[in-house]
């Protein structure tokens, strides 16, 4: 997006009050994720960020029992499910919630589907990397978080680790160096 010219960042402040706020709504009615944002920040006061995570592990839930029957449809509906985990960190800016809510759904895929992510062939090659990338953003991120955090994490992305190293991404896991085990 390029830069407001300087004349008319300075006919822009010198526009009424009215004018301004007019302007204005109108520019945040256009951005959904703004609107969101400010809708969490200003109106929830950020109080629903719990309730806004509850809704995204039912979903995670409900995608993960529908019954997939073949890795393909696994990866398609945990993409959808990352699709809302992202929307959700931008709007509400929840480091520890995107970890949480990515372990959950990472883990929660595997419960529901392992029948179909066990063996590493063409058929499960995109989803295993798909997987084993996604474990590699989680753990990233995990290590980012406060070191209080790391125990809380600590039994999920052990149980992670444990079927991706030894399941249909085993592959891409050792590509990409993953641990076997997370020590806190």
């Known amino acids: 997006m390029p830069a407001l ?95 949480e809510l990515m372990l959950f759904m990472l883990n929660t895929f595997y419960d529901h589907n392992a029948h179909l992510l066990q063996k590493y062939n063409s058929r499960t090659d995109k989803a295993a990397q798909y997987i084993a990338k996604r474990t590699e953003q989680v753990l990233k991120k995990a290590a980012k978080l406060d070191p209080d955090y790391h125990i809380e994490f600590a039994d999920e992305i052990n149980k992670l680790l444990s079927w991706v190293n030894y399941a249909a991404p085993a592959h891409y896991a050792r590509q990409l160096g993953l641990p076997r085990e997370w020590i806190v």
Do not use: C
Not at 27 to 33: C, Y
Not at 62 to 91: C, E, F, P
């Open 5 to 99: 010219d300087p004349d008319l960042k300075r006919a822009i402040v010198r526009l009424a009050g009215t004018e301004k706020d007019k302007l204005l709504l109108r520019l945040v009615a256009k951005d959904a994720i703004l609107t969101e944002r400010l809708q969490f920040e200003l109106v929830e006061q950020k109080a629903t960020i719990n309730e806004r995570r509850e809704l995204i592990q039912q979903f995670i839930s409900r995608t993960a029992n529908l019954g997939q029957d073949s890795a393909g449809w696994v990866m398609m509906d945990m993409r959808t499910v990352s699709g809302y985990i992202n929307r959700h960190v931008k709007v509400t800016r929840d480091a520890y919630g995107e970890v």
